[in-house]
Nanobody
């Protein structure tokens, strides 16, 4: 069973940057389109960004121009670089495949943006 472990979150001030990492337990990052998602308290999980095996990236409008998704298939890793963070970016961030039924979700990494 594929498992994901997300890391890199933290408490930051508005305007700061963070880089999140996602480690997959199996070699799937070179097979599937990978995505980052987030879930804020009291809200449904939402898609944030995706990267195909061919390197095509797409983003939710709310993060376009501020977030960058990347992948290292040799290491089974997916990353999310986040700049110009806003309080509304506060959420638990998770990774999984995109465009297909997801594997089991990991615990995610908490990102809190607050002054």
């Amino acid at each position: 069973q594929v498992k994901f472990v997300e890391s890199g979150g933290g408490l930051v001030q508005p305007g700061a940057s963070l880089r999140l990492s996602c480690a997959a337990s199996h070699s799937i990052t070179n097979i599937y389109t990978m995505g980052w998602y987030r879930q804020a308290p009291g809200k449904q999980r939402e898609w944030v960004a995706a990267a195909t095996t061919g390197g095509i990236t797409t983003y939710a409008n709310s993060v376009k121009g501020r977030f960058t998704i990347s992948r290292d298939t040799g290491k089974n890793m997916v990353y999310l670089s986040m700049n110009s963070l806003k309080p509304e970016d506060t959420a638990v961030y998770l990774c999984n495949t995109y465009g297909r039924p997801p594997f089991d979700w990991g615990q995610g990494t908490q990102v809190t943006v607050s002054a």
